[in-house]
């Protein structure tokens, strides 16, 4: 009887290159609306990212920054951040409402989505 060890293990997902997380990890975190904690800009964030999309072959996220550096910004706002920028991107457990100044049907976004929340 011959024992193949190899048939007994587990199939493993091949690990994602470096340069696809963060791509990933927006993706999962506007399906799952949650935030993401990252450094962009050598300054700590927590975003909540409403849609992921192209502009001149570049991945983007416009986002809600609702932390800079530990504290609430003064106002709420839709940013736009390079994915390429964001560093050590991390999903939280914080969830997230949609933003309203956050419009789906804005021009800019029109055959470029790559991913968005629903609503």
Do not use: W
Not at 55 to 84: M, N, Q, S, Y
Not at 92 to 111: E, H, I, L, V, W
């Amino acid at each position: 009887m011959h024992n193949d060890s190899s048939a007994l293990q587990m199939e493993r997902p091949a690990p994602v290159p470096a340069s696809q997380l963060p791509t990933r990890i927006f993706l999962e975190a506007v399906a799952r609306r949650v935030c993401v904690a990252a450094t962009y800009n050598k300054s700590a964030v927590k975003l909540a990212p409403h849609i992921v999309y192209t502009r001149h072959g570049e991945l983007f996220v416009d986002a809600v920054a609702v932390e800079r550096d530990g504290k609430p910004p003064r106002e709420l706002k839709l940013g736009t951040f390079k994915l390429a920028g964001l560093c050590d991107a991390v999903i939280t457990p914080r969830s997230f409402d949609r933003f309203n100044g956050y419009d789906a049907a804005d021009s800019k976004y029109s055959g470029v989505t790559i991913f968005a929340i629903d609503g």
